[in-house]
């Protein structure tokens, strides 16, 4: 059975003495023993969560990071700096990189890869917005951006990743879909990963979902089948991430 993972994408977030309150706050209520969990942090705190978060079990990932490996980059950040900072994740392909920064899935497919190439885990990212899901081509489109997005990486490397989706209409809108429209998506998902790996490949990949989710409909989501976590956002931010967890464990 695979297990879940609950990660909080801080976003924009937490200055580092906020960080350190927040997870102080945290981290005595939380434990790893049924289910992983990760804080996807703002750069500048990612060597804060590592101190505060050293010997937990927690695991800390960066928001994004740039497939260079060096250079006239000016704000962006290598996969080498992330591995000499202990970071074990990234988040690549969030809607909000995808339409505020104009990241394509050429960009985000060689990010992937970067990722892979320097031992970090991807959180891969996809969702389709209102408009697409009005008009019936969630699924279609969404299988598109997996192809695109894993062009190039190997059956061995998707077992291991994380896929997260993430309907944009319900991002920090309160709006969330319901679990079987997840559920729906998510076994879509891993219907693709059988389609272009195997079978096996797909039941090892854990895939997320990720859109305002909360303490009260956590709990029907974690119940399906394809849906091994959450990629949380707001809920990150407080103490209602820890009944979160709870929920997880407890459909473990």
């Known amino acids: 059975m695979r297990k879940k993972i609950i990660a909080g994408n801080w976003k924009m977030n937490m200055t580092p003495t906020e960080a350190r309150d ?3 706050l945290l981290k005595p209520s939380l434990d790893t023993k049924d289910v992983d969990i990760l804080f996807c942090v703002p750069a500048i705190d990612l060597l804060i969560a590592k101190e505060l978060l050293a010997g937990t079990g927690i695991e800390v990932g960066a928001q994004n990071m740039y497939f260079e490996e060096k250079g006239a980059y000016t704000g962006e950040i290598s996969a080498e ?26 960009m985000i497919n060689k990010k992937v890869c970067k990722a892979f190439e320097s031992g970090i885990i991807p959180i891969l990212c996809c969702g389709e917005s209102m408009e697409q899901r009005e008009e019936g081509i969630t699924l279609e489109f969404i299988r598109d951006q997996i192809v695109k997005d894993l062009a190039g990486v190997t059956k061995d490397q998707v077992a291991r990743m994380i896929i997260a989706y993430e309907p944009i209409w319900a991002i920090g809108t309160g709006k969330n879909a319901t679990s079987d429209q997840a559920e729906e998506v998510c076994a879509a998902i891993r219907k693709e990963i059988a389609r272009l790996y195997d079978d096996d490949t797909a039941q090892s990949v854990r895939i997320q979902y990720g859109g305002s989710v909360k303490s009260n409909n956590a709990p029907e989501l974690f119940t399906k089948a394809n849906i091994d976590g959450a990629l949380v956002g707001g809920a990150s931010l407080r103490s209602e991430f820890i009944q979160i967890v709870n929920s997880a464990k407890e459909n473990s």
């Open 22 to 24: 927040l997870l102080e």
């Open 81 to 106: 700096m992330l591995v000499d900072a202990g970071v074990s994740y990234v988040i690549l392909g969030h809607s909000e990189r995808r339409g505020y920064f104009k990241e394509d899935d050429e």
